[in-house]
């Protein structure tokens, strides 16, 4: 029941031309029991007063009205059905359309909490969901009434005396229905539960192919598929047997109310036929009325089919609705400060931040702790520090990907939350750490971030990223198409096309969350020259493993658990710091066998 | 109707006749019900004839034979009911773990040639297509042939004239079942191929949002997004509207039927071919006739869509897998973990090759380095070891046994593989180290998170060893790798492929692991990818790549000696400009 309610809201909140198709296809469907009512009575005619008293004119009469009432009806039902499927679609397609909208508002942290693969469900299934059960809806579950109410009338009109029959049966049935019907909704999302449960194994055993073929464990992994593909079947046995004694009780009920007319009638139709009294029922009111139960059926069955449906609809809108109503956790500001061309200069004052947890709570747990120094314009800025220590977390709060929970990220002097989000993020390049690329032609993934740019601009790009070559060599050049994730591409080579994409920009703030992991050293100090060169006086902020990385920074910052653990040069580092010059020479050995190795080239 | 969609509707029709007793069973129940319903209208026409002649002494009997009927009627049809939703059940159960396992037999080179959404869409939406036939449309296609064929039978020993005009809804149904069915199921293949292009766009930008908004492309994928779901849009509501129309332009033509019915049968009834009554039945079974009739029509679409969609499933579960045990296979219960690579050559893609004559030799328990440039083909070497792919021509022998001839569970199991792309499993940290080795016990688990420095992190998750992961969204990078490696030392293999394994690792953490790895190989084979050069400086043999082609192999004090590729590569991390750097005095430790 809360399934129409939560269907009507829907239709309330549509715009004024989808409400006038809604109201225009409710008066169809008015038309549309009727003429299913008059049909019956027409063919009812045609054995009365036409077969029975053997008259050729009535029957090919009425016959002509039966055909004139059933071609009107296709044609309201043809109208009907094409306004019920342009608002079921219209529907569908706001629904998808303002929900990526929404998506695209919403920030990392939001993103995180309800997860990419959470939204992706959205988007498509619920969407399919609710527009095959909004259709149905329109078109069929608004008869049914009508046809109760016509069927009853109708029962009152020829043989009031079994109108309480017909009262009782249609109760019996309906109490019958609203008892087994609303505990399908339930059972119906439990079996999608599962279904997804089961859909996470199929996916993650095509993701993660390498890794189960590797490990040998298809066998494991053939268990657990079959553990819930068993499970999926319980859950889908479960509504199917209810839905398996529907027709059944149906029928009995119609024959019980059959049997119990015929009990009730009979004697007073056999005295009707004896004494000839033209008031008593007659035996073709008999075969009426179970014609008029027969129809009472129909709007049964309809709710007892279109209900489960409608409880799919509220459970896909709830979902759609959770998205609509999450506050982003990054917003424009109210009067937000146009920075102009920023000079690149980072400040990071007593920042502490914590993820959100599931209530949007900032965890127990801080990632950063109290962390505070400057990055000057034009400086290389390198990050290093242990596994889990912060690093991508820190640099993902400068374009505001994530807010600080306490402290303040400045940028030019300006807090970063009081800057038009769009001008801050436009002067910021960032290369991932997990290089997303999109499907579609290499040129069009490195003009991502600056659509406009030449051919010529994106080359430079290309070379600096010392990609150029590599994108030569391929078939059609920067024409190329890249597989899904860029699969046809190795990790250093996606790494390259990443940093590229970023550089293409055109930045004033370049950020590189460990961007050359994949890539050769030698590769990577070319990348590392050129960017020194061609980059000059931006702000290029790196998060790096390796040493030769960091090493060349303006200053290397030192993360430990969250806190700045050491800033300076390396050579300030060297001397001050005995875990950055353990790093340094886990790395590259001691100083004096590398000095040594140099000098004998 | 080809040979083809014939062919695939009993091969489905097979997965629900799986359980032949059941099936009978179930038909029997459905047969019986339906046969005691077509009895219903004589004892009623009994019971009514009875009073039109004034005799109401039978009514109480009538009324019991009739809730009787009834009863027994609703009971075997409420069997069959249930009977035929476990025997479509079932089917599906049987047809998903068919094609699960199908997919896990066939090789990388398959998924490589496949789009990971038309894989989803077949394990989704024509699965879903085919759950829709098995547990609507066949029963209800059994139930209308079943009722088809008693009333039929009925009629015929009543008058087969008649008969003749009942039927002849048959070809006026079927020519707008068809002519509708047809531009239904065009409109509905056409809207699934927009839908598929929609949602494949959808995937990519919901699950690459966060680079979307990185470089602030959200208005233009929403146009996308917009531009997309209008095209689906349009084709969807065609199909909905004409799907919808079905049943209406069914109604016509069934009442078209009645009308003739009427009007042959009373043309008949007065020239006294047949009695009046007769007529009457016939209307009445033109009625049910059509009912039936509409039950067909709504399963035409239903049929369409799991041929479709079974043609797609079978296409998976008929692909050959093309590395598969030979038939003398030898199983290999232990190895010592000598390698060799004879003159290989390979290539992923015919136009392209990657490996060219590849030799090497590893005695069993030495560490070897592979260095090289992105795209040398590093990677491609772990991925032929491990028969990921098989190769074009040469021999790669483990213990001096051609690895095609090993049976591929004892091949995989002496090698663990740490890979590039650390994967793991949405469900529990302890699920996904124990799926390194079969019986690994809670114990050696822990332990092997505690060798790969992972314990820590994990004590910190909220549940420990039993949190959760969702596709280790909840953790770093680093940490990640960590997790994979804890799952290699699990799986305590005789020969250990690193591929990168430590790279978002930083070195003081990687330095521990690699004490602790140091334990572990010492007495194994071991394959170390790595750019970092300090990482497999220690190894027993360096083998450089370029191109594909291996330039030179040897210990890394032979190699730099030799002041080749290697040599050049090495000094290229000690940069001119960081020499000065590096001359700084060292911190007093």
């Keep these: 029941m809360s399934g129409i309610a939560a269907f009507l809201r829907v239709v309330g909140i549509m715009p004024r031309s989808q409400q006038r198709n809604f109201v225009v296809a409710q008066v169809g469907v008015v038309m549309m029991v009727i003429a299913q009512l008059v049909v019956p009575l027409l063919i009812q005619d045609i054995i009365d007063e036409g077969i029975l008293a053997e008259d050729l004119g009535s029957i090919s009469r009425t016959a002509f009205a039966m055909i004139c009432w059933s071609v009107a009806n296709l044609a309201v039902a043809g109208g009907v059905a094409y306004l019920s499927a342009a608002t079921a679609t219209n529907f569908a397609h706001a629904i998808r359309t303002h929900l990526y909208d929404k998506i695209t508002t919403l920030s990392y942290g939001n993103i995180d909490r309800l997860s990419s693969g959470g939204l992706l469900v959205r988007m498509t299934s619920d969407v399919n969901i609710m527009r095959t059960s909004f259709m149905m809806t329109m078109f069929m579950l608004f008869q049914a009434p009508w046809l109760l109410l016509g069927a009853v009338a109708l029962v009152w009109w020829q043989t009031p005396e079994l109108l309480w029959v017909m009262g009782a049966v249609v109760l019996v049935t309906a109490a019958f229905v609203l008892a087994v019907a609303p505990a399908l909704g339930p059972l119906y999302a439990a079996a999608q539960r599962r279904l997804d449960r089961l859909n996470v194994v199929f996916r993650e055993n095509i993701a993660g192919i390498r890794v189960v073929k590797a490990f040998n464990r298809d066998e494991l992994e053939t268990e657990r598929f079959r553990e819930r593909n068993h499970d999926l079947y319980d859950a889908q046995l479960r509504p199917a047997f209810r839905v398996a004694s529907f027709q059944p009780v149906l029928f009995g009920l119609l024959y019980g109310a059959v049997g119990l007319a015929v009990v009730v009638v009979g004697p007073d139709i056999a005295d009707g036929v004896v004494a000839a009294d033209p008031d008593a029922v007659t035996p073709g009111e008999l075969t009426t009325f179970f014609n008029y139960l027969l129809t009472a059926m129909i709007p049964i069955m309809i709710v007892a089919f279109v209900l489960p449906e409608l409880s799919k609809f509220q459970a896909s809108l709830e979902r759609a609705i959770e998205v609509f109503e999450t506050e982003p956790d990054v917003t424009q500001p109210d009067k937000a400060t146009d920075p102009g061309p920023i000079s690149g200069r980072i400040e990071f004052r007593d920042v502490s931040m914590s993820y959100l947890d599931d209530d949007g709570r900032p965890g127990s747990l801080p990632v950063l702790a109290n962390l505070s120094f400057t990055i000057e314009p034009g400086e290389t800025v390198a990050i290093l520090g242990q596994t889990g220590s912060g690093k991508t977390s820190l640099i993902n709060l400068i374009p505001r990907f994530y807010d600080v929970t306490e402290g303040a990220v400045l940028i030019d002097g300006h807090d970063v939350r009081e800057l038009d989000l769009d001008a801050l993020r436009q002067q910021i390049g960032i290369a991932p750490q997990q290089a997303q690329l999109f499907a579609g032609s290499i040129i069009e993934n490195l003009r991502y971030g600056n659509v406009d740019s030449s051919f010529e601009e994106v080359q430079r790009a290309a070379e600096i990223a010392d990609a150029h070559e590599f994108i030569s060599s391929q078939v059609a050049g920067y024409d190329s198409m890249l597989a899904e994730q860029g699969n046809n591409l190795s990790g250093g080579q996606r790494q390259r096309l990443s940093l590229a994409r970023a550089i293409n920009v055109d930045p004033r703030i370049l950020l590189l969350d460990d961007t050359t992991s994949a890539v050769d050293v030698a590769t990577e100090a070319r990348i590392q020259r050129r960017l020194r060169d061609e980059l000059a006086g931006r702000t290029v902020v790196i998060v790096a493993q390796r040493i030769s990385t960091a090493i060349g920074a303006d200053k290397i910052v030192l993360l430990d658990d969250g806190r700045v653990d050491a800033i300076g040069t390396h050579a300030e580092l060297m001397a001050s710091s005995a875990a950055y010059a353990e790093i340094v020479e886990s790395q590259l050995g001691s100083i004096d066998e590398v000095v040594d190795l140099l000098e004998h080239r | ?589």
Excluded: W
């Design chain 2, 1 to 589: 109707m080809n040979t083809r969609r014939r062919g695939t509707l009993v091969r489905l029709f097979g997965y629900f006749a799986r359980q032949r007793l059941r099936l009978g069973f179930a038909m029997a129940m459905l047969i019986a019900g339906s046969v005691i319903m077509s009895f219903q209208p004589v004892v009623f026409g009994a019971a009514v004839d009875d009073l039109a002649a004034g005799d109401s002494s039978g009514v109480g009997r009538s009324a019991a034979t009739i809730v009787g009927l009834a009863v027994l009627s609703a009971l075997f049809s409420f069997v069959s009911n249930r009977e035929l939703a476990v025997l479509a059940q079932r089917a599906m159960e049987d047809l998903r773990n068919d094609l699960f396992e199908s997919m896990q037999t066939l090789s990388l080179r398959y998924y490589d040639s496949q789009s990971a959404g038309d894989l989803d869409a077949r394990i989704t939406s024509d699965i879903e297509a085919i759950n829709q036939f098995f547990s609507a449309a066949i029963a209800r296609m059994i139930a209308a042939t079943m009722t088809l064929s008693t009333m039929l039978v009925i009629m015929f020993a009543l008058d087969p004239l008649m008969t003749g005009v009942v039927l002849l809804i048959v070809p006026m149904a079927v020519v707008v079942i068809g002519v509708l069915g047809r531009r239904v199921q065009a409109d509905f293949s056409s809207f699934q191929q927009n839908v598929g292009e929609l949602n494949g766009y959808v995937e990519e930008v919901v699950q690459g949002q966060k680079t979307v908004q990185a470089f602030a492309r959200q208005a233009g994928s929403a146009t996308h997004v917009r531009a997309l779901s209008e095209e689906a849009r349009k084709v969807d509501r065609s199909s909905q509207f004409l799907s919808y129309l079905m049943q209406p332009a069914v109604r016509l033509v069934n009442n078209l039927d009645i009308a003739l019915i009427a009007l042959i049968g009373g043309v008949r009834a007065v020239n006294g071919s047949i009695t009046v009554g007769e007529v009457v039945s016939f209307v009445g079974y033109g009625q049910q006739f059509g009912g039936q009739m509409m039950q067909l029509s709504q399963v035409v679409s239903q049929v369409g869509s799991a041929v479709a969609g079974g043609r797609r499933v079978f296409e998976v579960l008929d692909a050959e897998p093309d590395i598969v045990d030979a038939d003398d296979a030898r199983p290999m219960a232990t190895a010592e973990g000598e390698v060799e690579f004879a003159h290989v050559d390979f290539s992923y893609t015919p136009d392209k090759q990657i490996l060219f004559d590849n030799t090497f030799h590893v005695p069993a328990g030495q560490t070897i380095g592979l260095v090289g440039p992105t795209g040398a083909g590093k990677s491609t070497i772990i991925n032929l070891l491990t028969r990921f792919y098989d190769i074009d021509s040469g021999t790669i022998t483990i213990d001096g046994v051609d690895i095609t001839e090993i049976r591929l569970d004892d091949l995989r199991h002496r090698c663990g593989v740490v890979l590039q792309v650390p994967f793991l499993f949405t469900e529990t940290v302890m699920y996904n180290l124990q799926y390194g080795r079969e019986g690994a016990t809670r114990d050696e688990c822990v332990a092997a998170a505690k060798q790969a420095n992972a314990h820590e992190f994990i004590q910190r998750l909220p549940d420990g060893y039993d949190t959760v992961l969702e596709r280790g969204e909840n953790l770093s990078q680093g940490q990640r790798q960590l997790l994979t490696i804890a799952r290699a030392i699990v799986s305590d293999p005789d020969v250990l492929v690193l591929d990168e394994a430590t790279s978002s690792v930083d070195t003081r953490t990687e330095r521990r692991i690699q004490e602790a790895l140091d334990a572990l190989l010492a007495d194994r084979t071991s394959f170390v990818i790595a750019h970092r050069l300090s990482t497999i400086r220690d190894a027993d043999q360096i083998i450089v790549l370029d191109a594909g082609r291996i330039q030179e192999i040897g210990p890394h004090d032979e190699l730099m000696a030799a002041r080749g590729f290697y040599h050049r590569l090495y000094l290229e991390q000690f940069r001119p400009e960081l020499l000065d750097a590096l001359r700084a005095p060292p911190a007093a430790r």
